[in-house]
C-alpha cells in the first residue's frame, strides 16, 4: 500500500510556514508492525505540530434521526463516484469540479471534523495517460516507417481496466496532494482489495492505520486497488457483512469499521427517485427508509462506474444498520457541487437522507399536495359554504378560550424559562382574552365580506359576434405563511385563505407551539364541516425554512410574517417562489408647532403604548423646535415617563440638553417595545424629509391643526398610510373595515 502525506508545521519560523512533504512506501498487503510494538521501538512526538479541534463529541451507535443533527457528525467519509470526479468524454478529471470538492472537505477538516475520501478517477486519469503514450508512439513509428508528413487516421485499441487504473493512480494521488496542500492540510493515499477486509490481521491493520492518520490530522484517501483486484462474483456477501464489490460498498465498510457518523455519497443523479430519473413522474426522495426499496425501481448505471443506485442503497442500508448516517446527492450539478458537502452538513435539505426513524404524520412535500388538492376542493364550495367555516372557526376561539390560553401559558412559561426571546417577541407570542375577542370579530368580518373573493366577474369584453371573455378572481393556488412568535396569526390566516379558496402551508415558531396545535386542530375541525380539513396543513416536521423556500414546483406564493430579517432572509431563500414581502415599521409622528395639546398626548400614547410590539407602533416622535421648552413638551415626556418608555435622543434633541438621554445609534430603528427615539425638526418639510430618509414608508402621522400643513404633509409623505390626527395604529385591516 502506498501512502503518501504532505506535513504543514508552522512555528516560530518568523510569520513564515514550513511545509515538508512525506513520503512513505508500504507494504501493499498491509502487514504492519502492531501499533503498540511500533511505539515502543520508533517514539514519535507529535506535540510540536499544531491540530486544530472543535467539540464535536458523539458517542457512536445509532445514525442520526434527522437531518438537522448532521451539523454534530465528527467522522466523515466523502464517496466520490466515478461521474462525479471525471469529465464527461471519460478521459480525465473533471479538475474543477475536484477542487471544489478538495475545498469543500478541507473547509469542515478545519472544524475539527475527521474527513475521509473514498475516490474513483484512477482508470480514467490512467486512461487519458495511456492514450496518449499510444498516439504518441503510434505517430513516431508511422513517422519512421512510411516519413511522410501527413500520418493517417491512428485507431486508439481498447485499454485494460487494470493497466488504466495502475497508470493512473500515482497521478491522482499527486493532483489530490497538489489541491490540500493549498489549505495546509495533508492527504495520505490507502489502497484495499476485499481480502484486505476478510483478513482480520489485515483488517486490524488498517483501522489502526486510518486511526492514526485520522489522529495526525491526515485526510485519508481511499479507493480499490484496481490494478490488481479480481472481478467482483455475485452473491459474495458473508453473513452480515457487505463485500467489497466498488467504491459505494468499500465507503459503508469503511464507514462502519470506522465508527463514521456519516458517509456523503456524490453521483451524477440528485439522489433517489421513486421512479427512474427523467421520467415524467419521477419525484426525489427526501428521506429513504429500510424496507422502502421495495416500491423503488432502479435505472440503469450511471455512464462510468461499477455500481449504480441499486448498489449505493444497498450499501446505504448496510451502512445505516451499522450506526452510520447516508445522504446521496448530485456532485457534477455546476450550481450546487461547489457547496453540496457543507450543505448537506449544516443539516440543509440536499439529496436523499437515509433514516432508520419515520416520522408519524406526512412530509411537507406531502401535505403541499394534500393543500393543493383540499385547496382546490375549498374554492369549488359556494361561498356561503366558505364563509360558514369561517363563522364556526371564530365560534370556537371563544368556546375554547381557555384551553387556548392554557396552551399559550405554557409557551410563555417555557421562553421565559430559556430566555431566548426579546421582549418584544414575548408580548407577540402572548395572547389574552381581549386578543382573542377581537380575532373572533375580525374573523367573522372576513367571513361577511368574503361573498365574491372567488369567482367576481372583473372585466368582461365582446371579441366577436357570440363570443365574450371574462376575467375572474381566482385563488393563487397554494400558500406558504411562515410568521414568528405570533399565534393569533395562524387563524387570521386561515380565515384569509379560506375566503380566497386558497390551500395552505403554516409554518410557526417553536416558541409558540403548543398555542398553534390548539389553534390548528380547531381550524381542521372548522373545515371538516365541509370536508375540506387538508386545505390546511400546519408544517410539524423539522423543516428549515430555507428548505421550504426551495418547494417551488408546489408552492405558489410565500408570505413571511415576522421581522424584517425574517423576511430578507426569505426572499434570498426563496427558488423560483414569488415573496411578499415587507418592510420594518419605522413609524413617525410629527407634533406640529401648532398641534392640539389634547390630542398630541393621547396620540402619542396610543401610537407607542398601547401594543408597543405591533408593527405599526410609533418608533420616531418628532417634534417642531418651537414646541420643546413648552408645556406641551413637558406633557409629552411625563406622558412617556408614566408610561415607562425608554427615549433615545436624536442629534439635534440632545444637542438642545445639558443633560440628554442615550443618543440614538441610529434613527432607523425598529425598537418594538416601550422605547422611542425623540428628534427635533425645524418645521414640515423637515419632518417629512426625515422621514423618507429614514422610515419604512409603513405608516406616518402628522398632529396639527393647521389644515393646510397637514394638507401639504399628506400629500408629500410617501408612505402607505398617512394619517392627520389619528393613532399610528389606526394602520390595520380590521380597523379599516377590510
Known sequence: MLCRAALSCRGPTHGRSLISRVRTTVSSHLKYVPSSVTAQQHPRQWSNIPFMTMPLIRSHGKPFAHRSELKHAKRIVVKLGSAVVTRGDECGLALGRLASIVEQVSVLQNQGREMMIVTSGAVAFGKQRLRHEILLSQSVRQALHSGQNQLKDMQVPVLEARACAAAGQSGLMALYEAMFTQYSICAAQILVTNLDFHDEQKRRNLNGTLHELLRMNIVPIINTNDAVVPPPEPNSDLQGVISIKDNDSLAARLAVEMKADLIIVLSDVEGLFDSPPGSDDAKLIDIFYPGDQQSVTFGTKSRVGMGGMEAKVKAALWALQGGTSVVIANGTHPKISGHVITDIVEGKKVGTFFSEVKPAGPTVEQQAEMARAGGRNLATLKPEQRAEIIFHLA???????????????????????????????????????????????????????????????????????????????VPIGVLLVIFESRPDCLPQV??????????????????????????????????????????????????????????NKLIDLIIPRGSSELVRDIQKAAKGIPVMGHSEGICHVYVDNEASVEKVTRIVRDSKCEYPAACNAMETLLIHRDVLRTPLFDQIIDMLRVEQVKIHAGPKFASYLTFSPSEVKSLRTEYGDLECCIEVVDGVEDAIEHIHKYGSSHTDVIVTENEATAEYFLQHVDSACVFWNASSRFSDGYRFGL
Open 494 to 551: 386561515s380565515a384569509l385563505a379560506i375566503a380566497s379558496g386558497n390551500g395552505l402551508l403554516l409554518k410557526g415558531g417553536k416558541e409558540a407551539s403548543n398555542s398553534n396545535q390548539t389553534l390548528y386542530r380547531l381550524t381542521q375541525e372548522a373545515l371538516s364541516i365541509h370536508g375540506v380539513k387538508d386545505a390546511i396543513q400546519l408544517v410539524n416536521t423539522r423543516e428549515e425554512v430555507e428548505d421550504l423556500c426551495r418547494l
Open 395 to 473: 365560534d370556537l376561539l371563544t368556546d375554547h378560550r381557555d384551553e387556548i390560553l392554557a396552551a399559550n401559558r405554557k409557551d410563555m412559561e417555557e421562553a421565559e424559562e430559556k430566555g431566548r426571546l426579546a421582549p418584544p417577541l414575548l408580548k407577540r407570542l402572548s395572547l389574552s382574552t381581549a386578543k382573542l375577542n377581537s380575532l373572533a370579530i375580525g374573523l367573522r368580518q372576513i367571513a361577511a365580506s368574503s361573498q365574491d373573493s372567488v369567482g367576481r366577474v372583473i372585466r368582461r369584453t365582446r371579441i366577436a359576434k357570440e363570443l365574450e371573455l371574462e376575467q375572474v378572481t
